[in-house]
C-alpha cells in the first residue's frame, strides 16, 4: 500500500537519487521505472479522499505518489509500461472508472531527471492541456 502523498516540487529531486543510485551501483534489475501521470479531476461520484485511498491500497510501499493540481504523478521505482498499465488497470477496475493516463519510462524516454520532466511535460500538455511547472 503507498501512503506517501508529496507535492511534485520533489519529484525532480526523487527522480535524480533514483537514477544516481541506479548509475552508481549498477543496478540492473531495478535499471527500468516509470512515471505515471493519472487526470483525475473529471471523475465523476468519487471524492477526492476516496481517490487518495485508493490509490494507496492498490499501489505499493515502494511507489511514491506525487500530487499536482488535482491529479497525480506516480514514481514507480523497477516499473516498466507494461507493469504500470497494469496499475493503472487494477485502480480502473477498483474504482470502477476510467482514467486519463500517461506513462513514460527511464531509459526509453530520457536519460537523467531533466529529459524524463520534459518528456512527461510534454505528453500532459500535448493531451490534457497541463502544464506541469518544476
Known amino acids: 500500500m503507498a501512503t506517501k502523498f508529496d507535492s511534485a516540487t520533489t519529484l525532480k529531486a526523487l527522480i535524480s537519487h533514483h537514477v ?21 479531476d473529471n471523475i465523476k461520484n468519487i471524492n477526492s479522499l476516496e481517490i487518495k485511498k485508493s490509490i494507496q491500497i492498490i499501489f505499493r510501499d515502494s ?26 488497470q487494477g ?15 527511464y531509459p526509453d524516454d530520457g536519460k537523467n531527471a531533466d529529459e524524463l520532466i520534459n518528456s512527461l511535460s510534454k ?8 502544464k506541469l511547472n518544476f
Open 20 to 40: 544516481a543510485m541506479i548509475n552508481r551501483f549498477e543496478a540492473h534489475s531495478f535499471e527500468e521505472f516509470a512515471l505515471l501521470f493519472l487526470k483525475i
Open 63 to 88: 511507489d511514491i505518489i506525487f500530487e499536482h493540481e488535482g491529479n497525480y504523478i506516480i514514481l514507480l521505482p523497477k516499473t516498466n509500461w507494461n507493469g504500470a498499465i497494469e496499475l493503472i
Open 91 to 105: 485502480l480502473q477496475n477498483f474504482l470502477n472508472q476510467e482514467f486519463l493516463d500517461s506513462v513514460i519510462t
Open 123 to 130: 505528453m500532459v500538455e500535448k493531451y490534457y492541456k497541463i
